[in-house]
């Protein structure tokens, strides 16, 4: 994922207004649903609204991908509220966090009415804006759905000055479970998609513009095969600038692409099988 001051970040004005725009609509729950295939920036997208809104919200990020299996209830919350903790201290505002034994005692009412009013008292007007990427896994984790922490989130989200962007790489209609009808209900939806021409061409020319020239053809050709594609964009970069590098090569050229696309699919084998293994027979 990249930082918020990386060249490699382009585009996105869409999806950026999109969550601008609804995080202002003060009288309205904010539950935003961001989708998009794999690898296309979804959580580097997450990175760019830390660092715009940190000033108007708490912004805490949680990778629900890497949430251990079978997770209980009352860990999922305290590790909630430890980042939660962690975030405001970055930002100068020390959250009270109450002790582990009594997330595990009484997860819902130490979370939500000693860790969470506690937090509002010191926040003011901002709130906090939870982030959860990889939103599916949440599904997959036989441990939250077995101790209702989904419909504890649901709750959140109807109940609480809690704001909630979620990310991830399938449309919530495609998954089941009446835990995600909220969603549908109060959720606001948009798709991560493709890389726009112009900012494909910003992708391959601006992170090295002093160093590696692109022929307009090369450009072309590359743009032709990603289709727009953020990380196969970067895939084949990556390999013509190490080939500048190597042969001390100034100017790029669809001599240069087409003679060095064996090798790049080589170097994206593991992302094409994991594309193959993770999507439906109709996909």
């Known amino acids: 994922p990249l ?18 725009r609804n995080l202002k609509m003060r009288a309205k729950k904010k539950v935003l649903v961001i989708s998009g295939e ?49 975030q405001g201290e970055r930002e100068g505002i ?5 002790r582990r034994e009594e997330f595990y005692d009484r997860p819902h009412a130490t979370f939500e009415r000693s860790f969470l009013l506690g937090a509002d008292a010191l926040l003011g007007e901002k709130e906090i804006l939870l982030m959860i990427d990889e939103f599916e896994s949440l599904e997959k984790n036989k441990g939250l759905m077995e101790e209702g922490i989904l419909d504890y989130l649901r709750h959140l989200m109807q109940h609480s000055r809690v704001s909630f962007i ?3 790489a399938h449309q919530l209609e495609e998954m089941a479970g009446d835990y995600w009808n909220v969603l549908f209900n109060i959720g606001l939806y948009h798709h ?35 289709a727009g594609h953020p990380y196969f964009i970067q895939l084949i970069c990556n ?12 100017y790029i050229t669809i001599e240069d692409v087409q003679s060095n696309l064996d090798r790049i699919i080589e170097e994206g084998l593991g992302h094409f099988s994991f594309i193959w293994e993770q999507a439906s027979n109709k996909e």
Do not use: C, W
Request: hydrophobic share 40%; aromatic share 6%.
């Open 94 to 98: 020390r959250i009270n966090l109450p």
């Open 166 to 168: 979620f990310t991830g």
């Open 239 to 250: 390999e013509l600038v190490n080939l500048h590098n190597k042969e001390k090569k100034g």
């Open 38 to 86: 794999r690898r296309m920036g979804k959580t580097s997208l997450l990175n760019q609204v830390i660092a715009k809104y940190r000033g108007q919200y708490l912004p805490v990020l949680i990778d629900a991908q890497g949430l251990e299996r079978d997770l209980n209830k009352g860990k999922f919350l305290l590790e909630t509220a430890e980042l939660i903790q962690k």
């Open 3 to 20: 930082k918020p001051d990386s060249l490699l970040f382009v585009g996105r004005a869409e999806t950026l207004d999109f969550i601008e």
């Open 192 to 226: 991560l998609g493709l890389l726009k021409e112009e900012e494909s061409r910003l992708l391959i020319t601006n992170p090295t513009k002093e160093a590696v020239r692109y022929d307009k053809l090369a450009e072309d050709r590359i743009i032709r095969l990603t």
